[in-house]
């Protein structure tokens, strides 16, 4: 199993950046694949940004080049840095983990981008 829990987050005018968290209850080499997912009022969860354990990154067209997925392995943490913020990003972002046991998702995050 793996707890993921996430902190960043919050209010944001258009044209800024936040920073999002998700810290693994164990190393995330373990862990096949990390990302973060996200779902907007009345809308379906989409995908947003993806990291392999090999380091390998994917990101939905929407948020490539404003968005970017990293991590700190010492800290089991994978981070998302969101520049150029949009009302469209508006939404909660979860983080989620995907090992050969099965999926695991964070708690969820409100990201609010004014306009």
């Known amino acids: 199993q793996v707890q993921l829990v996430e902190s960043g987050g919050g209010l944001v005018q258009a044209g800024g950046s936040l920073r999002l968290s998700c810290a693994a209850s164990?190393?995330?080499?373990?862990?096949?694949?990390m990302g973060w997912h996200r779902q907007a009022p009345g809308k379906q969860r989409e995908l947003v940004a993806t990291?392999?354990?090999?380091?390998?990154?994917n990101y939905a067209e929407s948020v490539k080049g404003r968005f970017t997925i990293s991590r700190v392995n010492a800290k089991n943490t994978v981070y998302l840095q969101m520049n150029s913020l949009k009302p469209e990003d508006t939404a909660v972002y979860y983080c989620?983990?995907?090992?050969?046991?099965?999926?695991?998702w964070g708690q969820g995050s409100q990201v609010t981008v004014s306009s």
């Open positions: 989620n983990a995907l090992t050969g046991g099965g999926a695991y």
């Open positions: 164990r190393s995330i080499f373990t862990i096949n694949t």
């Open positions: 990291m392999t354990s090999a380091g390998s990154t």
